[in-house]
């Protein structure tokens, strides 16, 4: 008997037809695939009847891991590994254009989708990234420039990622139950020709910076970080706007101008 665990934010999907709309998000057949957070493998089950190329599951759980291993004892198609995403090397398992599924714990699914954002070559590495979050989150991840969600997840997001489609599922739909409505977003990497950030930290660091004063003008934290010549550089920026009141765009071409410091 293998039981749900409060501390890792488990709750495992058993509505069969959200596990088919979630996998039928895009094309499993001869592809490579990765699974964050498998639990008890209802994702798996599914992907495995679309005849993957190879399939990789990363759990954290050693109990579940221990169950994955037993129950996938004899597919050789699989590797399963022990670990926590957040401290795990991802890039020495992922394949040339792999897709990427993830029932994401809610608890660190930010960090999950900002790991992946910072991913180096990821244009490269995934075709299609398909993750669940908790409505809330979710909605802040896809919110546009402006609105009342708009923040640090989708100016980060906007930046590295394309939405494809997205979709609520009831929290009748889990075992044990949460208290939210999740939401699955499709994901498509792309690649962001007009502005050139070298290094991914130094936009999440500029957004902590000003969102982390998000009542205030940016002019006087605009200023530690840029001089005068470079503000004046900046398209359309007004310095007595608030952090929510400047687009994607112009935190893009912020970072471009910090990296030349």
């Known amino acids: 008997m293998v039981f749900t665990k409060k501390s890792l934010g488990q709750n495992f999907l058993i509505d069969k037809n959200i596990i088919k709309k979630i996998i039928n998000s895009t094309i499993v057949k001869n592809k490579n695939i990765i699974e964050i957070g498998p639990g008890k493998g209802a994702l798996t089950d599914e992907i495995l009847k679309r005849n993957p190329k190879s399939l990789k599951l990363i759990e954290k759980d050693n109990q579940l891991c221990k169950f994955l291993k037993n129950k996938y004892l004899n597919n050789q198609n699989i590797k399963i590994f022990n670990r926590d995403i957040l401290n795990f090397n991802l890039c020495k398992v992922s394949e040339k254009n792999s897709i990427i599924f993830g029932n994401l714990p809610y608890n660190i699914s930010s960090q999950i989708l900002v790991k992946i954002i910072k991913f180096k070559n990821l244009t490269s590495k995934f075709t299609n990234i398909i993750f ?126 910090t990296e030349k410091n």
Not at 144 to 151: E, I, R
Not at 178 to 205: A, D, G, Q, R, W
């Open 132 to 257: 669940m979050f908790q409505k809330e989150l979710g909605e802040k991840i896809v919110s546009k420039f402006p609105s009342s969600n708009y923040g640090r997840l989708s100016i980060l997001a906007n930046y590295k990622l394309e939405i494809k489609n997205k979709f609520f599922i009831s929290a009748n739909c889990f075992f044990p139950k949460p208290k939210v409505t999740s939401m699955v977003i499709h994901f498509k990497p792309k690649f962001n020709s007009k502005y050139k950030i070298n290094n991914l930290e130094n936009l999440e660091k500029i957004t902590n910076m000003l969102f982390s004063k998000k009542r205030k003008m940016i002019n006087k934290s605009l200023k530690k970080i840029l001089t005068d010549s470079q503000i004046k550089k900046i398209p359309n920026l007004k310095i007595s706007s608030r952090p929510s009141e400047i687009s994607p765009e112009t935190y893009y071409k912020i970072t471009e101008l």
